[in-house]
């Protein structure tokens, strides 16, 4: 089943100073249960096209559905990883993880009970009372990957989730990251300036250039590299194959 469609998606930003072109003729897929990342240099219109998905903007043309419906607002079938986790200070990491549930009014035993699994799941059981203060920033991401599960979306928007966070933490939590959706069947739209996070997580890879933002190609990652975690995949020849191959596309365009 297609979860995420994009059909000839044109998007126009208008400012003082007149229009901006962010994307023109974008069109994908994803199906259900798929990774897939999405790359390419900044301002070619990444997050454009995550807040088209998320309901957040309409575009000026074309057509955005999400599992067959058109997206017209913002729904709860979609979850939302961010470069910052966005905790707040005040309350304990169990009150951060419920708090989707809590202001959408669906907070019941039964759910509050799943987050505390998923908190066990990420090895944060013991960190349920404390603030995000006393966390350390891997920690803290994945508390925020627990709540955005807590909400129980079928689709996971993460928009540069490793950004901020040091190479091993970063290393570590893609491979908790992509485990963790693939053991949960959830579909998945990484946008990432990192070429190799892309090919080292993803099912597939659109990779998009600038003024305005288009797609230059999609591309399958090999089985051969599927097979590897992130981490091994990384040391693959296979990896810098397809990295070299991704990369010569960036500099032709360059
Ligand atoms: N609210 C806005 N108003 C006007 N122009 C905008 C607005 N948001 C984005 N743009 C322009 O649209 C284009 C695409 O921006 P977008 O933020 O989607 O790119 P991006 O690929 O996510 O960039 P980055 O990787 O730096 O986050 C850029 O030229 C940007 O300047």
Redesign the pocket.
Known sequence: MVAISLEQISHK???DSGE?T??TDISFTIEQGEFVGLV??????????L?LIAGLLFPSAGKVTLFGEAVVRPTHQLGYMFQQDYLLPWRTIEQNVLLGLEITGRLSQAKRERALRLLDEMGLLGTADRYPHQLSGGMRQRAALVRTLASEPQVVLLD?PFSALDYQIKLQLEALIAQTLSSHRLTGLL?T?DLGEAIAMCDRIIV?A??P?RILRILRVPDTIRALSPLEARESAEFHGLFRQVWRDFQDEA
């Open positions: 930003y208008l400012t901006t962010a994307l390419g240099p900044s301002g070619c219109g990444k997050s454009t096209i807040s540069e946008v300036h998009m600038g003024r933002g």
